[in-house]
């Protein structure tokens, strides 16, 4: 499913984020970004060490902000790697902190002048993120933020699992 968004494409696909060929991915790491589970695991097995040996040089990454690095042996040329909040009960700016991911995981691509960029769900794993609540958060901050940004050509959503590619496109038609 895909939509057009001013001059960019918002689009969804349920597969494996590691095997993409945008650009740029994004990992949903952890703040030591040293890898983990998960996205996180799958991305640091299928780059190889050339990504973790730039982990280690970004010194870590607050929740909320994201950091970049080669895509090591993957097709993307870079990971941009950015640390979702740990859902406790949606009041400890958790809705706010999941929308800064995605909105500075694009910033960076910005800067950068990445124009394809795929996303997974972040904080929907193991951070324990509603998916339905997640979903709507990560599309409109998206959707929002291709608006006033032509220059970000395509945005990705790879989902694992049908259940979360159900969820984001309840979500997309929503918006």
Request: aromatic share 6%; hydrophobic share 40%.
């Amino acid at each position: 499913m895909e939509i057009q968004v001013g001059q960019s494409v918002l689009e969804l696909e349920e597969g494996d984020i590691t095997r993409q060929d945008t650009e740029a991915i994004v990992n949903a790491a952890n703040t030591s970004l040293l890898g983990g589970g998960g996205v996180d695991g799958a991305i640091h097995r299928a780059g190889g060490p050339k990504i973790l040996e730039e982990c280690r040089q970004l010194g870590g990454c607050p929740t909320g902000e994201a950091r970049i690095t080669t895509g090591g042996n993957l097709q993307a040329r870079y990971v941009i790697h950015t640390v979702g909040p740990v859902y406790r009960d949606g009041l400890h700016r958790e809705p706010e902190l999941l929308a800064s991911c995605y909105r500075e995981s694009l910033k960076l691509a910005t800067a950068k002048g990445i124009k394809t960029v795929a996303f997974p769900s972040i904080s929907t794993g193991a951070y324990g993120y509603p998916l339905a609540a997640a979903a709507r958060i990560a599309l409109q901050t998206v959707k929002a933020y291709l608006a006033e940004h032509p220059e970000i050509e395509r945005v990705r959503f790879v989902l694992f699992g049908r259940a979360a590619y159900a969820a984001y496109e309840t979500a997309l038609k929503g918006l």
